[in-house]
T-cell receptor, first 112, second 115 residues
């Protein structure tokens, strides 16, 4: 079993839709949870960062962590064509500069 | 403020050859991590350099080696290239000094094709 599982999609939605992206993990030591966005031929950029369990909101983006279920989610409200990218979940045990363990990534297309 | 830069952008090598990839971290960062991202996969951690020493290493063979220079830039070397080494190689910079920083800034990557 891989440490982090993520449905690779692809996921195609109409503009304005609510998008839900999810990852599960097996290592209960993970405490720091991140979502990265990666456009084609670019490096990943950090979207959201959450420590331990709970919710975090930033504009149209909401990150949720449920440590009891080892399950994290990213919600995108009012999705835009510019949100079309691959979304990667990543996790680490101690945060900071420690190595990140990534999911496979979910390719999202938002159609105008 | 220049972000993380990597060179070359892409290159093609033959099986058995050796390759060197380069990374310059974001200004103010002292730690460089290297990741391998195969097509359709998430990045996998190769190793991390801090103060010119390898600080952490992922599950990669000794064919993968690195170096960090006094100006914090870094090189990734891969010997005896295999077809399976074809991937996007990402460099991420961060800092272990000063205040806690959770963000690792990624460069655009070097796309390596092994034929």
């Amino acid at each position: 079993q891989k440490e982090v599982e993520q449905d690779p999609g692809p996921l195609s939605v109409p503009e304005g839709a609510i998008v839900s992206l999810n990852c599960t993990y097996s290592n209960s030591a993970f405490q720091y949870f991140m979502w990265y966005r990666q456009y084609s031929r670019k490096g990943p950029e950090l979207l959201m960062y959450t420590y331990s369990s709970g919710n975090k909101e930033d504009g149209r983006f909401t990150a949720q962590v449920d440590k009891s279920s080892k399950y994290i989610s990213l919600f995108i409200r009012d999705s835009q064509p510019s949100d079309s990218a691959t979304y990667l979940c990543a996790m680490s045990v101690t945060g900071g500069s420690e190595k990140l363990v990534f999911g496979k990534g979910t390719k999202l297309t938002v159609n105008p | 403020d220049a972000g993380v830069t990597q060179s070359p952008t892409h290159l093609i090598k033959t099986r058995g050859q050796q390759v060197t990839l380069r990374c310059s971290p974001k200004s103010g960062h002292d730690t460089v991590s290297w990741y391998q991202q195969a097509l359709g996969q998430g990045p996998q951690f190769i190793f991390q350099y801090y103060e010119e020493e390898e600080r952490q290493r992922g599950n990669f063979p000794d064919r993968f080696s690195g170096h960090q220079f006094p100006n914090y830039s870094s090189e990734l070397n891969v010997n005896a290239l295999l077809l399976g080494d074809s991937a996007l190689y990402l460099c991420a910079s961060s800092t272990l000094a000063g205040a806690f920083s959770y963000e690792q800034y990624f460069g655009p990557g070097t796309r390596l094709t092994v034929t």
